[in-house]
C-alpha cells in the first residue's frame, strides 16, 4: 500500500517569505502526484499534479513543486507567501492504473503580518 | 457550471439513527469516492465507485454503505454501526484513468448528538 508522509504538521510563515511543504512516498514505481489546498470548512483545490515529463511543475497562485524520484520526494515552495495562503495543504500519490489517492495527514500553513 | 455538489452542508444526528450524505456530480465522470476527514489524519477513503451498479470498499468502510443507481449520484449512509461518525465528509469524483485527478465536492460536516 502506498504511504505519504507530510514532514511538518505546521508551518507558520511571514507574509512575502517563502515556503516549503515537505512530501516523501514510499512506492518505487512509476506514480502520479498532487498537491491539494483546502481553505477552512470548503473541499479540496488541486494546486499542480505530476504525471510525467519535467520534473519541476507550476500549478496555481504561485506555486510550484520538484519531482525527486531517487528521494520519492513531492516537495511544495512558493517564493513568497500572501495571508490568503493560510489554508491545510495535502500532498497525495497513486500508482498509475489505479482508481485510489492515497493522502497524506496535511500541513497547515499559517501566513502572518 | 459543471461540479459536484454535496448536501446538506452541516448535519446533525442523534445517536442510533442512519443518515445519508447525498453526493451529485455533472461532470460526466465514471469514478467517484467518498473520504473522512478528521483533524491531523487527512483523508481516508471509506468507499469507491468505478461505474454504474459497481462499488468498492475502501480502508474504512466499516458502519457505512453506499449506491451507485445512476451516474451522477453516489449518496452515502452513516449507519448506527459506525461507532465514531463525527466528521468531515468529502465526496470526489475522477474523470479518466489517464489524468488521475480527482475533484472535490464542499463536503458536509457531520456531528452526531
Known amino acids: 500500500a502506498q504511504s505519504v508522509t507530510q514532514l511538518d504538521s505546521q508551518v507558520p510563515v511571514f507574509e512575502e517569505a517563502p515556503v516549503e511543504l515537505r512530501c516523501n512516498y514510499s512506492?518505487?514505481?512509476?506514480?502520479?502526484l498532487f498537491w491539494y489546498v483546502q481553505y477552512p470548512n470548503q473541499g479540496l483545490q488541486l494546486l499542480l499534479k505530476?504525471?510525467?515529463?519535467?520534473?519541476l511543475v507550476k500549478g496555481i497562485n504561485g506555486f510550484e513543486a520538484e519531482f525527486n524520484k531517487s528521494q520519492t520526494s513531492f516537495h511544495l515552495r512558493k517564493p513568497s507567501v500572501h495571508i490568503s495562503d493560510t489554508a491545510e495543504y495535502f500532498c497525495?500519490?497513486?500508482?498509475?492504473?489505479?482508481?485510489?489517492?492515497?493522502f497524506g495527514a496535511g500541513t497547515t500553513v499559517t501566513v502572518r503580518a | 457550471d459543471g461540479g459536484i455538489t454535496q448536501s446538506p452542508k452541516y448535519l446533525f444526528r442523534k445517536e442510533g439513527q442512519n443518515v445519508t450524505l447525498s453526493c451529485e456530480q455533472n461532470l460526466n465522470h465514471d469514478a467517484m469516492y467518498w473520504y473522512r476527514q478528521d483533524p491531523g489524519q487527512g483523508l481516508r477513503l471509506i468507499y469507491y465507485?468505478?461505474?454504474?451498479?459497481?462499488?468498492q470498499k475502501g480502508d474504512i468502510a466499516e458502519g457505512y454503505s453506499v449506491s451507485r443507481e445512476k451516474k451522477e449520484s453516489f449518496p452515502l449512509t452513516v449507519t448506527s454501526a459506525q461507532k465514531n461518525p463525527t466528521a468531515f465528509y468529502l465526496c470526489?469524483?475522477?474523470?479518466?484513468?489517464?489524468?488521475?485527478?480527482?475533484?472535490f465536492g464542499p463536503g458536509t460536516r457531520l456531528t452526531v448528538l
Open positions: 512506492s518505487s514505481v512509476s506514480v502520479y
Open positions: 470526489a469524483s475522477r474523470r479518466d484513468r489517464v489524468n488521475n485527478e480527482q475533484f
Open positions: 465507485s468505478q461505474i454504474v451498479n459497481d462499488f
Open positions: 505530476y504525471l510525467s515529463g519535467s520534473t
Open positions: 497525495a500519490v497513486s500508482y498509475l492504473d489505479d482508481y485510489k489517492l492515497s
